[in-house]
């Protein structure tokens, strides 16, 4: 009887679980889209993108398309708001490390409740599938990114999010893709070779080049070392097991293409057929150009020289080659068909303010345009990374996912309209 009694207590507990585990409900609230186009930028607040002078088309875009000026970040570091926008969880992830690509053996943070950090180094992360506890997102974090006082804030430095036992490794990919919907992450500069297994990419050289026999060419590349102009971390749906397995070929590395090149970002913009669109649009420019810099790429793309989370600590060319990059996206959907037939929005976001050192918070800018309903609105309603997903659903009628579908998490209606 005893035994009897376990085994039905772990069925009736997995049976529990994977009841949890289901997606809610459609939000309300957007009209249908049939087009939605995601930006990515990098790395910085609200008050070092509005305002600043060296961002003329970005700023000028806030007031003539719609801007959320009370809209968080959840946690850092990017990979973990990268995961927040498409799936509503980080899944157990509070790092950038790599994936511990194609590992069908490992556990995954879900399943062990283990939480993937900076520190201590939890090295690369298992491909992300089936049910479990993420990890909580703690009002200010003393221990991953900073160690000790006065730490980083996550989300307002208030406000945190319990670990949720119900989580489901799954995306907004797969939610399409069960409804016959389409979808694409285009990542400027991963290059020709495709993403599997790739990390780090200039766009010609990667993590996986044979540097054995390099010319003298290759030599000063090798020297100085790659650009690291597509990184995997802004990249999320590389981390899920479905899209490295590549069982379906509409979940698989397939959808993943960069900028440019047939069935690139532009290509398909410049079509002429409304279906050659995909659904959604997961839109990351190079790490140059999405704000974000790097220590090698020359004066134009490096790093913030001040850490002071102030306009005047930014490089300024780097902010600048992202407010052309920004506009060199929006003027071609503008461009696109799916922007004069039917409804289509776009959202440019950047993924967290890196200089949140508390008391400065994790505020950050998403701009809202749409090809249809008023414009030049302003909200200073609370939102955050899953309130944008949830919105997301509810324009494309599909079900919330994860934390998207938590009570306090609200539909952004008033900018989709």
């Not at 930028?41 to 088309?57: K, R, S, V, W």
């Not at 959320?68 to 509503?88: C, D, K, M, Q, R």
């Not at 140059?288 to 490089?315: E, I, K, M, S, V």
């Not at 976001?349 to 918070?361: F, H, K, L, Q, R």
Request: net charge negative; proline share 6%.
């Amino acid at each position: 009887m005893k035994s009897f009694a376990v085994a039905a207590g772990l069925l009736s507990a997995l049976v529990s679980t994977s009841a949890l585990a289901v997606e809610g409900p459609t939000p309300n609230g957007v009209p249908h889209l049939d087009h939605v186009f995601v930006i990515m930028m990098e790395n910085h607040g609200y008050g070092q993108i509005i305002g600043n002078p060296n961002l003329p088309f970005i700023n000028q875009y806030a007031k003539t398309a719609n801007l959320a000026t009370n809209y968080f970040a959840v946690a850092h570091p990017s990979l973990t708001n990268y995961l927040e926008i498409v799936g509503g969880s980080n899944f157990g992830v509070h790092t950038d490390n790599y994936p511990n690509w194609h590992n069908t053996t490992c556990l995954t943070n879900l399943a062990t409740g283990v939480v993937a950090t900076d520190n201590p180094s939890s090295g690369l992360i298992c491909p992300i599938a089936g049910t479990g506890t993420d990890a909580e997102t703690p009002a200010v974090d003393v221990t991953n990114e900073t160690q000790g006082a006065p730490g980083d804030n996550n989300i307002d430095g208030t406000r945190s999010i319990p670990a949720a036992s119900n989580t489901s490794g799954k995306t907004i990919a797969d939610q399409l893709v069960a409804r016959g919907q389409t979808w694409k992450s285009y990542q400027e500069n991963i290059g020709p070779q495709g993403p599997d297994g790739v990390n780090v990419s200039d766009g010609v050289y990667t993590n996986l080049t044979d540097f054995t026999n390099i010319t003298a060419a290759d030599a000063a590349i090798k020297s100085s070392g790659i650009v690291y102009q597509y990184a995997v971390k802004h990249n999320p749906f590389a981390y899920f097991k479905n899209i490295q397995s590549g069982t379906s070929p509409k979940l698989s590395f397939a959808q993943i293409v960069d900028f440019e090149g047939p069935g690139g970002l532009f290509s398909d913009l410049a079509r002429g057929l409304f279906s050659d669109l995909p659904t959604y649009a997961f839109i990351a420019p190079n790490q140059c150009n999405d704000q974000h810099g790097r220590g090698n790429a020359g004066p134009f793309c490096n790093y913030d020289p001040n850490n002071d989370g102030t306009q005047a600590g930014l490089n300024p060319a780097l902010m600048a080659r992202g407010d052309v990059e920004v506009q060199k996206l929006v003027n071609a959907i503008h461009a696109s068909l799916a922007w004069k037939i039917g409804r289509s929005a776009i959202i440019t976001v950047w993924d967290e303010n890196d200089y949140s050192t508390a008391p400065i918070t994790n505020q950050v800018v998403a701009i809202i345009d749409t090809n249809y309903g008023s414009h030049g609105k302003t909200s200073n309603t609370y939102y955050n990374h899953f309130s944008l997903l949830k919105s997301i659903e509810s324009g494309l009628k599909l079900p919330c996912l994860n934390h998207a579908c938590d009570a306090d998490v609200a539909v952004m209606s008033d900018l989709f309209n």
